[in-house]
Each structure stands twice: as C-alpha cells, then as structure tokens.
C-alpha cells in the first residue's frame, strides 16, 4: 500500500542588513530546536497565507516588522518513520522596523555572515546556506533519522520561482 505523504506548512525568515554581510539569527529557548540558532519562523495558522504567517512569526519571536519579504525557496524535511512532511518556506528580508528584542521563545543575535554557529544550527543549514547566500533561489528535501541530527541524503533543484 502507499502510504499518504501529509504535508505541515511552516515558514522561516532570514532578517539580513543592507550589506548583506551581517544576518539576524535567534536562539530558540524552548520547544522544537531548542538550543539551535535559526532564523524567525514557525507553523502558518489556518486562515493566513504562507507569506502573513512569515510576518506574524517574525513579529511574535523577534518584535521586527518586515516591510516586504522575497521568497527564498522551500525547504522540505522528512523524518524517517513519521509520515508527517515539514514544507518550510523560506524569506529574506532587509527591510525593518521596530525594537529588536528578547522573547520567551528567542534570543536574538546578529551574526557576520562569514562567521556563523554552525555547531550550534541545525545539520541542514551548511548544506543549503550556500545556494541561499549565493542569492539561488532552491527547492531541496532532507531525509532525517528520528533523531534530528542525521541527515540520511537530500536532493535539491534550483528554480527560476518558487
Ligand atoms: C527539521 C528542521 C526544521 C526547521 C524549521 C522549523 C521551522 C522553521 O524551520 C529548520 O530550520 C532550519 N534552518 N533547519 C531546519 C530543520
């Protein structure tokens, strides 16, 4: 029998400076990633679009109002064992307002481009940062152990839109 692919929408925002040599990242203090450096995200709620979603999580995590968002790509993460797919769309912004500040969910932090905590991210990031600071703009699947460390394999295509 086939088992039925069943797909959880999520988002995650990049805030990055003009230069786009220094990226905003946020420690996640509690729930799914604890400990891990990651950009502003989470689920899309029923009734919002991906993009409102994208908005409403940086805003809730970090405070920061985004004045527009460019649409990065999608991130797509299977768990071995779990039917349940995590599609994570991903945005860029350089255009913010409002007061940067530390919520029960993140600490935030802003990081050289060149020098980021990779130790302390998660295992995908390395692989698809590249593409992602190259400006490409990618679909790409991970195949994950249960154990949210091991990356079994992964497979990407670069887009012209996503
Ligand atoms: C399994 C997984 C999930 C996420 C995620 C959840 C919500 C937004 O992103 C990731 O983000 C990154 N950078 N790697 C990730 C791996």
New binding site residues.
């Given amino acids: 029998i086939v088992e039925q692919e069943l797909h959880k929408l ?1 988002t ?1 925002v990049y805030v990055l400076n003009k230069d786009k040599t220094k990226i905003l990242l946020g420690l996640k203090k509690r729930g ?2 604890k400990g891990r450096w ?2 502003f ?2 689920k899309v709620e029923k009734g919002e679009t991906i993009e409102q979603g994208a908005l409403r999580e940086l805003k809730e995590e970090s405070n920061l109002d985004a004045k527009n968002l460019e649409k990065k790509g999608v991130i797509y ?1 299977k768990f071995e064992g779990d039917p349940v797919i ?1 599609d ?1 769309h991903l945005y860029t912004t350089t255009d913010v307002s409002g007061d940067l500040i530390e919520t029960d969910e993140m600490l935030p932090k802003w990081y050289n481009v060149s020098d980021l905590p990779y130790s302390s991210m ?1 295992p ?2 390395p692989i698809w940062h590249p593409w992602f600071f190259e400006g490409k703009i990618f679909t790409v699947k991970f195949f ?1 152990k249960a154990d ?1 460390e091991t990356i079994t394999g992964y497979k990407h295509k670069f887009a012209s839109s996503v």
Avoid: E, K
């Fill in positions: 999520y995650l799914f990633g990651n950009g995200g989470g993460f995590m994570v998660w995908d990031d994950f949210l």
